[in-house]
């Protein structure tokens, strides 16, 4: 692992942590019981306001896609600091056509016409606005688990109580079953029969709860938040034809999944070999940069003929940040990293998961992996005292990982996708070490 060279702390982390619980919203509850003040990162590593140096596995929610402080992006930023830095799209810039037309080369299918935003809760937002304005119809047909963003309507359209903090308050939204095979209602082991009848759940729920005429149904590709849920073989095919027989539109949400994570695919759903009609992007697709995307077929995009404007996407810097993250991906070919790197750590995790019965299963794709951890195999029973128990291990032997699921109970590993061999090699050994520490209690 390369060394980085630490700056001395100009802030005490005590300081930090009483000016957070001072003057920011208690609900941006930071992870641990002593928050880490992070003050400079570079690759795989970062570094606290105490010196000491962490191994990312988390990359900021699968956000620092190439890693900290890429320097190939840093560079490009720094030179478009110094030229143009903002505008609004009122004016035209070669930076954001450059963009979109990156993102026309790599999404599926038909998908050409670009809104840029600064957050995947924004690309959400532009999506369903979207969808109702090209079918007259207003309808959404969300997953339960799901996870959409913080905005009202998207905080709506997520699946999970504990990020909802208002009952329900728009109408039109309808969750339907996720397809979560570990904890399938259908059959175990979850296969493609179960697929079928996902299906004849969704358009039961069509037919029942909705006017028979919905707008879209949308839905993550890997249910991120929930805990990398991926669902069984047939699933998206057959969801995706039936909205398409109501007349409704497929929103796919690749905030987490995009850009090679999945690996051999820049995008997760070309796994299932089913093409979007519009597809939200966020998160890895400027290394950090606040960007969200909206990708559509010209038509469904003509179909929004009010004005629009985004004060700050779609600005020269993350455009910027944008078009270079993705010639860095491209040159690095980040989905066949994500492969051979995603399949190593998965090895690794299926040897923890031999040695601990409290990890009840692991699963994911490419560089999105996870452990569900349970109180016992049997019953399923989900542990979230082990997950933060993992959590607060993994951070005492350097290493920094996420969570996830329903009742926190999941752990998430996403690395950056330039992660070499010996950093996974580094970060299986040191997650194990922190497995130990769990099992004896320390």
């Known amino acids: 692992m390369k060394e980085v060279n630490v700056s001395t702390p100009v802030t005490r982390a005590e300081d930090v942590r009483a000016g957070h619980r001072e003057f920011i919203f208690p609900s941006v509850a930071p992870y641990y019981q002593d928050p880490l003040v992070l003050v400079q990162g570079k690759g795989m590593v970062v570094v606290d306001s105490e010196g000491t140096e962490f191994l990312d596995f988390f990359s900021g929610i699968l956000t620092a896609s190439l890693g900290h402080c890429h320097p190939e992006v ?111 209602p259908f059959r175990r082991p979850c296969d493609e029969s179960c697929s079928e009848a996902f299906a004849r759940d969704f358009e039961e729920a069509i037919q029942t709860t909705t006017n028979g005429s919905p707008a879209a149904f949308i839905a993550e590709t890997i249910q991120g938040v929930a805990g990398y849920i991926v669902p069984p073989p047939g699933y998206f095919q057959k969801m995706v034809e039936i909205i398409h027989k109501y007349g409704g539109l497929f929103i796919c949400d690749e905030v987490q999944a995009g850009f090679g994570r999945t690996g051999e695919k820049w995008f997760g759903i070309e796994h299932w070999d089913v093409e979007p009609d519009i597809m939200v992007m966020a998160k890895g697709i400027a290394n950090g940069f606040p960007v969200g ?69 692991t699963r994911g794709m490419g560089l999105m992996q996870a452990l569900e951890l349970v109180e016992d195999r049997e019953t399923k029973k989900e542990s979230p005292e082990k997950a933060n128990a993992l959590l607060e291990a993994a951070k005492a032997e350097g290493l920094l990982v996420g969570m996830g699921g329903r009742k926190a109970h999941v752990i998430r590993l996403g690395p950056s996708m330039l992660i070499t061999e010996a950093e996974v090699e580094e970060g299986l050994e040191r997650l194990g070490r922190a497995c130990r520490r769990v099992e004896e209690g320390r």
């Open 293 to 361: 995307a909206t990708i559509t077929r010209e038509e469904i995009a003509a179909s929004w003929t009010t004005k629009s404007i985004s004060t700050f996407g779609g600005n020269p810097l993350a455009m910027a940040a944008t078009t270079t993250t993705l010639d860095v991906m491209v040159k690095e070919d980040t989905p066949g990293r994500s492969a051979l790197r995603g399949k190593q750590l998965r090895e690794g995790l299926e040897v923890l998961a031999e040695e601990y019965e409290w990890i009840g299963e």
């Open 74 to 184: 840093v560079e490009r930023i720094r030179q478009q600091a110094g030229i143009l830095g903002h505008t609004s799209t009122l004016y035209l810039t070669e930076n954001q056509v450059e963009a979109a037309r990156r993102l026309a080369d790599m999404a599926p299918g038909d998908l050409k016409s670009s809104f840029f935003t600064n957050s995947g809760t924004e690309a959400v937002e532009t999506a369903v606005m979207l969808a109702c304005c090209y079918t007259g119809r207003s309808e959404i047909l969300a997953l339960r688990h799901s996870y959409s963003g913080r905005s009202f309507l998207t905080t709506n359209i997520t699946g999970n109580a504990s990020w909802r903090p208002l009952p329900s308050s728009i109408a039109g939204i309808k969750h339907v079953m996720s397809p979560y095979p570990y904890r399938c």
